[in-house]
């Protein structure tokens, strides 16, 4: 028998590459509800979001050490949100992870 990690496991993954993979995510987990593949769901949803709002204020400032460290705390959170799912662990990208989680309660 299969637990809830394994069988929303691919969904979970999926999300995390680029916001077309969380929408498709979204729509594999949309007929057969994984609470698993839910949670990655709202995490990367929450990070690529991030990425875009943060990504116009940084687009303001004309400096390489504000747009480094801009991608560098993106590519944490999306990086350990891929290897947590893929691990089979639900824990939340460090800072934001919280909030996505309430923000994005909907997302189920």
């Known amino acids: ?3 809830v ?11 995390y590459l680029t916001i077309i ?4 995510a979204y729509f594999m987990n949309n007929e057969h509800k994984n609470p ?12 690529h979001v991030t990425f875009y709002v943060l990504g116009v204020l940084v687009g303001l400032f ?6 480094s460290a801009f991608y560098i705390f ?3 959170l999306g990086i350990y949100g891929l290897v947590t799912a893929i691990q ?11 909030y ?9």
């Open 5 to 15: 990690a394994e069988e929303g496991k691919t969904p979970a993954i999926v999300a």
């Open 36 to 47: 698993f593949a839910s949670f990655h769901i709202r995490q990367a949803f929450g990070i």
């Open 74 to 76: 993106i590519a944490v």
């Open 21 to 24: 993979g969380t929408i498709i």
């Open 62 to 67: 004309d400096s390489w050490l504000i747009s």
């Open 88 to 98: 089979g662990e639900q824990k939340e990208v460090p800072i934001l992870g919280t």
């Open 100 to 108: 996505f989680q309430k923000w994005f309660s909907t997302i189920n």
């Open 1 to 3: 028998m299969k637990t």
